[in-house]
């Protein structure tokens, strides 16, 4: 503690939804008085904000916290808390397993030695030009590969007013572009009394003075109806880009993993979209090694992928996650080695077609909302979600800029500024 007030510390891992989460807390803290601190060491409080959404990131969460033992044992005054996927409704074995940690708490939960705040004042004083905002919590969906559902409960939306409210807020304190957040977007608003959707709260976000861009994820592809892709074309600051994980080009597969549709009703959600949102960029997720997946399913996924050249794949080796239905009913069968093997196989595929894919803009004008600086290049990002950097010496922090592509890889583009028009 360097004066009166403590210094904070939040080491964060994992999804967009645990980034925004850590940074409401963050703005929070500071809203009260703490200090941020960059090293736990120095930190009167310390929140690990966890994923456990595969073995991997479980296994780094638990050795942070055991990390920090010897420093809660030297240190009796700080306080150590965990929130995240990590932490479901009964914390007795957490509590067991970690007793120097001092409070457990659920994700998007307030710090339980604090009192709730109003959400306002956990609302960022200098946000990013491009934040998050969470509309809907938990997933009703139970993918039997998903451990989600067992740690952020069932769906709960916000308001379409309460979320218009902090997005105006937001706008007021800098923000000019907003992602909203949800495991399920799609499902957004069915809880609530007029069960409003997301189209809706899209029409409702697009009359926001000031505010240039929206995007949402993640959609499912089971619930993405025709009003939202409809929205999507006609309202002028939602992005023409769509995050839709398809986790596998396999019926059968998508049968065990309980997704609730088939790779042909895939394929023609994607022409729907593309047909209606003309220049659409899509992303997608996949799944490698699932139970009992087969050369030849494996192969489907290959082809579904080849065939509908998605501009951004994010792919994960199965990992089973005690407590799903996958977990108990099917055997982690497929070698480790194969895993990875076809893992590799479709990030060289993605890595061409997104080659590509982004060296068709080679010489073209994009524009682009500058989100930050990092060490001498600004970087920003199209309506498409294409990451950009320039060098220039001025200041466009926030700024929606014209700029000439001269230089394209399967990440990222780069180029020049021009400020003539
Ligand atoms: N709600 C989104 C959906 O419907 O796909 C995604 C949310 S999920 C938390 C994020 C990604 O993690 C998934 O798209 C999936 O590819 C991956 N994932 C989830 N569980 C996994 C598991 N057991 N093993 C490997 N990857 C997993
Ligand atoms: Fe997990 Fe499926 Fe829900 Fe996505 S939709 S969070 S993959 S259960």
Request: proline letters at 5%; aromatic letters at 8%.
């Amino acid at each position: 503690m360097r004066g009166e007030m403590p210094d904070y510390y939040i080491w964060t891992i994992g999804c967009q939804m645990n980034k925004a989460e850590s940074e409401r807390l963050g703005s929070f803290f500071e809203h009260l008085g703490y200090r941020p601190t960059d090293a736990a060491e120095n930190a009167d409080v310390i929140v690990l904000n966890s994923c456990v959404v595969r073995q991997s990131a479980e296994n780094r969460v638990v050795n942070k916290i055991r990390a920090l033992q010897s420093f809660a044992r030297a240190h009796p005054g700080a306080t150590l808390a965990v929130t995240g996927c990590l932490v479901n409704s009964d914390t007795t074995r957490l509590k067991k397993e970690f007793p120097h940690v001092d409070y457990f708490f659920k994700p998007g939960d307030c710090p339980p030695w604090l009192e709730k705040p109003e959400a306002i004042l956990a609302l960022p004083q200098r946000p990013s030009p491009a934040t998050y905002v969470t509309i809907i919590q938990g997933c009703d969906n139970f993918c039997s590969y998903c451990i989600v559902p067992y740690r952020r409960g069932r769906e709960v939306s916000r308001t379409i007013s309460e979320i218009a409210c902090e997005v105006k807020e937001l706008v007021r304190r800098g923000v000019k572009e907003v992602t909203l957040l949800g495991q399920n977007v799609d499902s957004y608003g069915h809880d609530l009394p007029d069960k409003p959707d997301l189209a809706d709260l899209l029409e409702e976000l697009n009359k926001i003075d000031g505010l240039v861009r929206i995007r949402f994820l993640t959609n499912h592809p089971k619930d993405m109806s025709d009003k939202l892709i409809g929205a999507i074309a006609r309202l002028d600051r939602v992005c023409e880009w769509i995050s839709l994980p398809v986790q596998s080009g396999s019926d059968d597969i998508l049968k065990l993993m309980r997704r609730g549709y088939t790779a042909a009703q895939y394929r023609q959600m994607v022409k729907r979209i593309r047909d209606t949102v003309p220049g659409v960029a899509l992303s997608t997720d996949i799944i490698v090694g699932f139970p009992s997946e087969t050369e030849a399913q494996f192969q489907e996924t290959v082809n579904l992928l080849a065939a509908l050249r998605f501009d951004t794949v994010h792919v994960a080796v199965y990992s089973p996650r005690p407590g799903t239905s996958a977990s108990r009913e099917l055997e982690d069968d497929i070698p480790a080695a194969v895993k990875r093997e076809r893992l590799n196989i479709i990030e060289q595929l993605q890595e061409k077609i997104a080659a590509e894919i982004n060296g068709q803009l080679l010489g073209t004008m994009a524009e682009i909302l500058v989100e930050s600086r990092v060490k001498d290049k600004w970087q920003g990002r199209t309506r498409t979600g294409k990451l950009v950097f320039f060098e220039d010496s001025r200041d466009f922090l926030g700024k929606l800029v014209s700029v000439r592509i001269e230089k394209t890889s399967p990440w990222s583009l780069q180029g020049t500024v021009d400020t003539s028009k």
